[in-house]
């Protein structure tokens, strides 16, 4: 599976962004699908999580709120939808395939599949 990420970009901070990711190589939704980040000098962190039917999704605490994560399995596609940005959510945002069971949903290691990253840069 290759994923590719787009949407990142420079916005002040309480602007909005949307990010995708979308797949090609394989059956898309037989994947749960993962956004993270990792921001300079910090190790990549969990942001959301889609289950392979779209039906549950779960959030970091410091995103919860504010970001949406959602899926379209008939173009291939992972959204993440960000809203009232603040300067700590810069970072580099990926977005991973895999097929974790519940308790390793914020583990980078349990997804299978990365995609390049996107830059968000989010100014005070």
């Known amino acids: 599976v290759q994923l590719q990420a787009s949407g990142g970009g420079l916005v002040q901070a309480g602007g909005s962004l949307r990010l995708s990711c979308a797949a090609s190589?394989?059956?898309?939704?037989?994947?749960?699908m993962a956004w993270f980040r990792q921001a300079p000098g910090k190790e990549r962190e969990f942001v959301a999580t889609?289950?392979?039917?779209?039906?549950?999704?779960y959030y970091a605490d410091s995103v919860k709120g504010r970001f949406t994560i959602s899926r379209d399995n008939a173009r291939n596609t992972v959204y993440l939808q960000m809203n009232s940005l603040k300067p700590e959510d810069t970072a580099s945002y990926y977005c991973?395939?895999?097929?974790?069971?519940?308790?390793?949903?914020?583990?980078?290691?349990?997804?299978?599949?990365w995609g390049q990253g996107t830059l968000v840069t989010v100014s005070s």
């Open positions: 991973a395939a895999g097929r974790p069971i519940l308790s390793a949903i914020t583990t980078p290691g349990a997804y299978y599949y």
């Open positions: 190589g394989g059956t898309f939704s037989s994947y749960g």
């Open positions: 889609i289950r392979v039917s779209g039906g549950s999704t």
